[in-house]
């Protein structure tokens, strides 16, 4: 029997998703067909059962769709705006989310799925362009037993952990977690790498020292040697990775958690937007406390 597929959104993730979810099909009847409004972000997706394209209603009829999107706004409008896709897709198919989006809305978008008769799956992946490329991708999903299981199958050739958390909107809420976590070891990287320099410290062995030592993590890893280079253009910009923030702020609000380490990492992000960083990735939060110091956390070699 054929199987239809689509991937709507071909941003940094979605255009190696794209590659590995046809790469791997399992017969020749199988179609993936993939679309992006910006037909630059085509490029490159040229491959056995594949088909490119600017126009979102090639995905009616798809036995199951993959978003990979900015926003929750922009997974609504996919799916309920012009066109109305969600209702366009074969009946019983599954939508598969795997854009970052807040956790109510995640709920909101999957009854509004689930009137149509459709399934819905929050699946937000963890991993950055890497672990796209490489179909290595960390999968956080939500949504019914039987729907999760029946996809699994297609998130096992862009991952290697497939994790079932629990009813729909549990895997934004995972991802949401996870996102902050890592907001907040950047937070502390960037206020505490300038005071070690401004005391006297090399910031080449304590860059060496802070990627080695007990307080390693990946986001020392990854942004602690691009400081030292002053390249903040390597990640995903500020301004759009904000909005873990709000829906961290948000959940907190809600349930009345108090999160004091988390309010306090978000002034230190909202400090670098304010002073206009938001186009840089989230190493330039180191930039307002150099600033404020009067030092810069840079190779001497």
Do not use: W
Not at 17 to 34: F, G
Not at 93 to 112: E, M, N, P, Q, Y
Not at 227 to 235: M, S
Request: proline share 6%; aromatic share 4%; charged share 15%.
């Amino acid at each position: 029997m054929a199987a239809r597929f689509a991937l709507l959104g071909l941003g940094a993730m979605g255009h190696p998703i794209a590659r590995n979810l046809a790469a791997k099909r399992d017969s020749d009847a199988e179609t993936l067909v993939a679309i992006d409004c910006d037909p630059r972000r085509l490029a490159g997706l040229d491959a056995p059962g594949l088909v490119a394209t600017t126009d979102p209603g090639q995905a009616a009829g798809a036995d199951v769709l993959f978003l990979c999107l900015p926003d929750g706004d922009a997974v609504e409008a996919a799916l309920f705006g012009t066109g109305a896709l969600a209702e366009r897709l074969a009946p019983g198919a599954v939508v598969v989310d795997l854009s970052t989006i807040a956790h109510a809305k995640a709920l909101a978008i999957g009854r509004a799925v689930a009137a149509t008769g459709r399934a819905f799956v929050d699946a937000p992946v963890s991993g950055a362009p890497a672990g796209a490329e490489a179909g290595t991708l960390t999968v956080m999903c939500g949504g019914e037993a039987g729907a999760v299981a029946r996809v699994r199958p297609l998130l096992a050739r862009i991952g290697t952990t497939i994790l079932a958390m629990g009813p729909a909107g549990a895997g934004q809420l995972t991802k949401t977690i996870n996102n902050v976590l890592y907001d907040i070891n950047i937070a502390a990287l960037a206020e505490v790498l300038p005071m070690a320099v401004a005391l006297g410290l090399d910031p080449d062995q304590v860059a060496q020292v802070v990627t080695t030592g007990t307080s390693r993590s990946y986001a020392a890893q990854f942004f602690v040697p691009r400081i030292l280079q002053g390249r903040f253009d390597e990640g995903y910009p500020m301004g759009a990775a904000y909005k873990d923030l709000v829906a961290a702020a948000a959940i907190a609000a809600e349930n009345g958690f108090p999160m004091p380490v988390t309010a306090a990492a978000t002034v230190t992000y909202q400090t670098a937007l304010r002073q206009g960083h938001g186009d840089r990735d989230k190493g330039a939060m180191v930039l307002p406390f150099e600033a404020l110091l009067g030092v810069r956390v840079r190779s001497r070699s």
